[in-house]
């Protein structure tokens, strides 16, 4: 499920935002 999916990744983007990543958006394109 692709939603099921996205919600999955959304803690990783929060590592990678606090890790200095904020403009690495998979959602940018």
Do not use: E, K
């Not at 996205?6 to 990543?21: M, Q, V």
């Amino acid at each position: 499920d692709l939603a099921q999916a996205a919600f999955d990744f959304l803690p990783t983007r929060a590592r990678l935002d606090i890790a200095g990543w904020p403009d690495v958006d998979i959602f940018a394109h």
